[in-house]
């Protein structure tokens, strides 16, 4: 699960999306542009309205510049176990 500053949980694939590009002060033509998408991929992704390809994925979260942490929080895999002493928001 993706918590935002105000501790807000954002839980929707798009809505994550959505979180990602803003931080990244990006906008949607931005990176269909960067990850060479069809223009109004990101906007139906972030809707909800499609489920994008792996390809297309692998492609926004490049563009993105996205962690390996935050490609497993989109898909909302914990990297830890409970019992590691890794501190979550690393």
């Keep these: 699960m993706c918590k ?3 501790n ?3 839980t929707t ?3 994550k999306i959505r979180f990602f590009r803003n931080r990244a002060r990006m906008s949607q033509m ?6 060479d998408i ?3 991929t990101v906007s139906k992704i972030e809707r909800n309205l499609i ?3 792996k390809e297309t994925i692998h492609k ?3 563009a993105l510049n996205l962690s390996g942490k935050e490609i497993a929080d989109l898909f909302d895999i914990n990297l830890y176990s409970k019992d590691s002493p890794q ?3 690393d």
């Design 4 to 6: 935002i500053a105000n």
């Design 8 to 10: 807000d949980t954002i």
């Design 13 to 15: 694939f798009g809505e």
């Design 30 to 35: 931005d990176i269909e542009v960067e990850a």
């Design 38 to 40: 069809a223009y109004g």
């Design 51 to 53: 489920d994008p390809t």
């Design 60 to 62: 926004i979260a490049i």
């Design 87 to 89: 501190n979550e928001n």
